[in-house]
Structure formats: C-alpha cells, structure tokens
C-alpha cells in the first residue's frame, strides 16, 4: 500500500439501517460518486458470512473507484477480500496481534476517546486513528461524546493521520474543521441522506474552504 491513502479528507462507514429499501452498494456507489476517498465497512449486526459478502462487493465497488476499503473488526475478513486495512476499537484485538497478523502494509485504525489511548495508538504503530464521537450520535448510542476540545488536542498532540467522527453533518462541519481536523468521517448524515452524492461534494466543499482559510 503506498502511503497515498494518508492523503483522505473524507471517510464514510457503511450503515445499512439508515437506507433501508436502497442498497448498500447503490448507496456506496453514490457515495463514491460524490468524493468519498475511503470506505469502511462496519456491519455489526450481521453473520460473519454476511459481512464477507459485502465485503467481496464492496472490494470490487472501491477498486473501481481506487479506494481503500476498510474492514471494521474483522481481520480475517479484511485479509479474504485483500482490502486495504481494518479499523478496531479499544476492545478488539490489540494492535500489536493485529499488525502481526496483518503485516507492515496493511492499514490499522483505531478508535480513540481520549488523548491518552491517541498517544498510546500512534506509539503502538496505528496508521491512523479516530477521535469522537466529537458529538452525541444515534450510530454509537451511549458513548458519550468527545467534543470539539479533543479534536484541538489531536490537532496539537498527534503526529499520524486523525480523523473526526461522531455527530458531524454539513450543519457543525465547520466547528470540527476550526478545531484543527483536516479529515472528516461520517455515516447517518451521508449514507442517510437522500442524496449520498450532494452531501459528500457539500462535506468535501467545507473542508477545501477551511483549507483556504488556514
Ligand atoms: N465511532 C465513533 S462515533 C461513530 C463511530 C463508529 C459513529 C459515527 O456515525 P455518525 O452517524 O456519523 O454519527
Ligand atoms: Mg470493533
């Protein structure tokens, strides 16, 4: 993987309950349409066989596109299907299983809530991180949200890529932008929407502005 990838400024996760009736690849396909320049997949209320599925379809939907794909907890999902990398949290397996299973060019996410586990992740050899959810999110019920103040901190602190998740829609983009993030995540307000397309291009627009402004 050449470090191309490093360069994303918008991240959109799959979230089939937020589209029912359209299909996660017409909804995907749009979203890539409109700019998206990395996916993950995170499917966790399916069978493990489900998610391959989507995740073989998905593969050949972002080689299209030339896009990462990410895989959301499942290394041995992401290694069948050769996507690009997993995302894992603070209760999956840690970094240091992962990167052995998955070698030095495979791409490691982690979600962090703090800036103590985003220094932990960058000295333990993430490739990037996540930092949220900056603000509450029906996606993440019951995790309480971060705000704008960690997003700062990163800014400041963290060296490898972060991206900001978590309650974002084209309404507060700008405050996350403000508070130093140049990469932007989000799932309801994109996959949601009616128009995928229009709201990558809006988020996309927001953040080439706050480039401006820097
Ligand atoms: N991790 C932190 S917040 C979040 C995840 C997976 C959910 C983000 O979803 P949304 O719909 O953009 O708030
Ligand atoms: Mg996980």
């Known amino acids: 993987m050449s470090s191309k990838w490093k360069d994303f400024r918008l991240y959109v996760i799959t979230g089939v309950n937020y589209h029912p009736g359209r299909s996660l690849m017409t909804v995907m396909e749009q979203t890539l349409q409109g700019g998206a320049d990395i996916i993950q997949l995170r499917a966790k209320d399916m069978t ?6 989507q995740a073989y379809a998905l593969r050949k939907l972002t080689r299209h596109y030339d896009v990462p794909l990410i895989i959301n907890d499942h ?8 996507a690009d990398g997993v ?11 992962a990167r052995r299973i998955l070698g030095a060019d ?9 800036i103590e586990q985003a220094l932990r992740a960058e000295r333990d050899g993430a490739d990037y991180i996540g930092v949220g959810p900056v603000f509450p999110t029906g996606t993440k019920p019951g995790r309480q949200a971060v705000t704008t103040s960690y ?18 829609t084209t309404s ?41 402004s820097k």
């Open 75 to 82: 290394i041995d999902i992401a290694l069948a299907v050769d």
């Open 106 to 114: 495979r791409i490691i996410g982690i979600s962090t809530h703090s």
């Open 172 to 212: 507060n983009v700008n405050e996350v932008l403000a508070a130093g993030a140049a990469r932007i995540c989000a799932v309801s307000a994109i996959v949601g929407s009616d128009d995928p397309a229009h709201e990558c291009r809006s988020f996309l627009q927001a953040i080439h502005a706050s480039d401006q």
């Open 87 to 97: 995302h894992l949290g603070q209760d999956d397996l840690p970094l240091a299983e």
């Open 151 to 168: 997003v700062q901190e990163a800014a400041q602190r963290i060296r490898i890529p972060f991206v900001a998740i978590g309650g974002i």
């Open 48 to 53: 493990k066989r489900e998610v391959l599925a």
